[in-house]
């Protein structure tokens, strides 16, 4: 099965940058899409960002994150990065990578296999 290690995480103040990165291992070649979610304390985790497989120029982000936010893929390396920025305290959340055989789906019901996830904590 894919397997899905995050990295890159910390703590920052707002207005900072991040990038986080998600390695992946395993039959990659099943992942078609690759998507970042996040989980606040006592919230139900939510979508961030996705990219397909086939073309790094097929993205989608939640409202809430497009323009400060930027997901991109390396098939070489099979790896996903986010790059965060303008960071905000309400950005504060555990990040998760997910993989999917799908086309794209913000709804993490859509996705096989998550990796264990990366705290992001944004200070204000």
């Known amino acids: 099965q894919v397997q899905l290690v995050e990295s890159g995480g910390g703590l920052v103040q707002a207005g900072d940058s991040l990038r986080l990165s998600c390695a992946a291992s395993?039959?990659?070649?099943?992942?078609?899409?690759l998507g970042w979610f996040r989980q606040a304390p006592e919230k139900e985790r939510e979508f961030v960002a996705f990219?397909?497989?086939?073309?790094?120029?097929?993205?989608y982000y939640a409202s809430s994150v497009k323009g400060r936010f930027t997901i991109s893929r390396d098939n070489v390396k099979n790896t996903v990065y986010l790059q965060m920025s303008s960071l905000k305290p309400e950005d504060t959340a555990v990040y998760y990578c997910?993989?999917?055989?799908?086309?794209?789906?913000?709804?993490?019901?859509?996705?096989?296999?998550w990796g264990q996830g990366t705290q992001v904590t944004v200070s204000s």
């Open positions: 990219i397909r497989r086939t073309s790094s120029s097929n993205t």
């Open positions: 997910a993989s999917g055989a799908g086309w794209g789906s913000p709804l993490p019901r859509e996705y096989e296999y």
């Open positions: 395993g039959p990659t070649f099943s992942s078609n899409v």
